[in-house]
């Protein structure tokens, strides 16, 4: 199956103090999902931002919002997420007890279904639930913050992972990397069978973004 790579530029290394020109700049480059990090000071060591945000800002774009929680107990907001704009709610194995429920939860709200792992979480954590998920998220490296070294064993986190999907159905499933990732690794990725690549400092630190999306995009061409 040929899929196409997506970049979804993750907003913490981006100017927060301009982010509705941030937003735009991405759609007129040619972007089509933006990569939200919330991050709670509990589950990661570190604060960013939350649904009002979020939602002042879904006024503005017309992007896919790929949403990712590092909060503890997810379950909590998943409305408010869905409700502040979120197209995709991805929630950590590690963060929620109850993770079909989640899932579930997320599916009934109308948004698409990810769980994201950490580097160290067994892929076997979401075995049962691939045919009911729209993503994986491999974290390649401990979230938290950004422009951190991407972790090499996740590499072969993606194949195994790709591996289990196609053997129970799930050849349509989205294998999403968050952390470390750049031109240099993307291909390596792309053949392993990731799909959604995020990168954070590795992409706003490098303008303009059309040429920057061009990098990635023939790097995962190989
Ligand atoms: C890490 C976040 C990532 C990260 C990406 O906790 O989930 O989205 O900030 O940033 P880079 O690409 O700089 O590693
Ligand atoms: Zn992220």
Known sequence: MVREMILSPSL???????MAEELAALEA????????????????????LGPPVIKALRKRSGLFFDVHLMIERPERYLETFVDAGADLVC?????????????SEIARLGA?????????????????LLPQLDMVLVMSVNPGFGGQSFIPFCLNKVERLRAMADACGSAA????VDGGVTPENTGELVRRGADVLVSGSAFFGHPPYAERLKTFQAAARG
């Open 112 to 128: 698409k279904t990810g769980v994201a792992l950490n580097p160290h979480t067994p892929l076997s954590v979401v075995e049962y």
């Open 29 to 48: 480059a040619g972007l089509k999902w933006v990569h939200w990090d919330v991050m709670d000071g509990s589950f990661v060591p570190n604060i960013t």
């Open 91 to 103: 929630v950590h194995a590690e963060a929620s007890v109850h993770l079909e429920r989640t899932v």
């Open 173 to 176: 499933l989205h294998i999403q």
């Open 12 to 18: 913490l290394s981006c100017d927060f103090g301009r």
